[in-house]
T-cell receptor, first 114, second 114 residues
Framework: DQQVKQNSPSLSVQEGRISILNCDYTNSMFDYFLWYKKYPAEGPTFLISISSIKDKNEDGRFTVFLNKSAKHLSLHIVPSQPGDSAVYFCAASGLNNAGNMLTFGGGTRLMVKP | GAGVSQTPSNKVTEKGKYVELRCDPISGHTALYWYRQSLGQGPEFLIYFQGTGAADDSGLPNDRFFAVRPEGSVSTLKIQRTERGDSAVYLC????????????FGEGSRLTVL
C-alpha cells in the first residue's frame, strides 16, 4: 500500500509557464512534507519542505501548498526553466519517532521545453 | 569531500554472490539511512542508524540484507546470496537528526545481478 502517491509519471511544460506537480498521501500521522529533485545519475537533492501546521511555503520560484483535509500537496514552479527538467519526488515524514524516515512517492518526470 | 560518498558507483555480480556497498556520510551527521530505488519508482526505506546502532531496520526485505556502522560514521550494506530482484540503485543519506527531515543523499550504488 502506497502511503505517498504521485499519480502523474510525467509532465511537459513550456519554458516560462507554471509547472504544477501533485502528491497525495493517505496517513494523517505525517507531519512534515518535502520535495526532492533528482537528475540522472545523481542522488535526490532537497528542494523545499512544509510543516503540517502550515498550508503554504514559498522559496523563490518554488511554492509548496498543503491541503490537509484533502491529504494533498502540490509544488508550483514559476516561471519554469529548462534546468528544472528532472524527476521530482514528494516525501513525507513523522511516522517514526526514532528518526526522520521519509516515505517517498513514485516521482514525476518534469520536462521543460525551451 | 563535503557530500555523502558511496562506493562502488556500479556493481555487476552474478546471482548467488555476496556484495558490499559502502557509504561515507557527511562529517558530523549522526543519522544515516539506506534506501533502495528500483527503476521507475521512488526510494524505498531500508534501514536507519543513529550513531552506531540500527534504530530502525524495518525496511530490510529479508535476512539476506544486513547493514553495519561500527564506528558511527561509515556504513556498509551487505547482501548475501544476491538475487536478480535485488538489482536497483542503493542510496545512502545522512542528516543532522533534526526534526525537519532533510536528508542529504549520495549518488547511489547501482547494483546489477545477472
Amino acid at each position: 500500500d502506497q502511503q505517498v502517491k504521485q499519480n502523474s509519471p510525467s509532465l511537459s511544460v513550456q519554458e516560462g509557464r507554471i509547472s504544477i506537480l501533485n502528491c497525495d498521501y493517505t496517513n494523517s500521522m505525517f507531519d512534515y512534507f518535502l520535495w526532492y529533485k533528482k537528475y540522472p545519475a545523481e542522488g535526490p537533492t532537497f528542494l523545499i519542505s512544509i510543516s503540517s501546521i502550515k498550508d503554504k511555503n514559498e522559496d523563490g520560484r518554488f511554492t509548496v501548498f498543503l491541503n490537509k483535509s484533502a491529504k494533498h500537496l502540490s509544488l508550483h514552479i514559476v516561471p519554469s526553466q529548462p534546468g528544472d527538467s528532472a524527476v521530482y519526488f514528494c516525501a513525507a515524514s513523522g511516522l517514526n519517532n526514532a528518526g526522520n524516515m521519509l516515505t517517498f512517492g513514485g516521482g514525476t518526470r518534469l520536462m521543460v521545453k525551451p | 569531500g563535503a557530500g555523502v560518498s558511496q562506493t562502488p558507483s556500479n556493481k555487476v555480480t552474478e546471482k548467488g554472490k555476496y556484495v558490499e556497498l559502502r557509504c561515507d556520510p557527511i562529517s558530523g551527521h549522526t543519522a544515516l539511512y539506506w534506501y533502495r530505488q528500483s527503476l521507475g519508482q521512488g526510494p524505498e526505506f531500508l534501514i536507519y542508524f543513529q550513531g552506531t546502532g540500527a534504530a530502525d531496520d524495518s525496511g530490510l526485505p529479508n535476512d539476506r540484507f544486513f547493514a553495519v556502522r561500527p564506528e558511527g560514521s561509515v556504513s556498509t550494506l551487505k547482501i548475501q546470496r544476491t538475487e536478480r530482484g535485488d538489482s536497483a540503485v542503493y542510496l545512502c543519506a545522512s542528516s543532522r537528526g533534526t526534526p525537519t527531515g532533510e536528508l542529504f543523499f549520495g549518488e547511489g550504488s547501482r547494483l546489477t545481478v545477472l
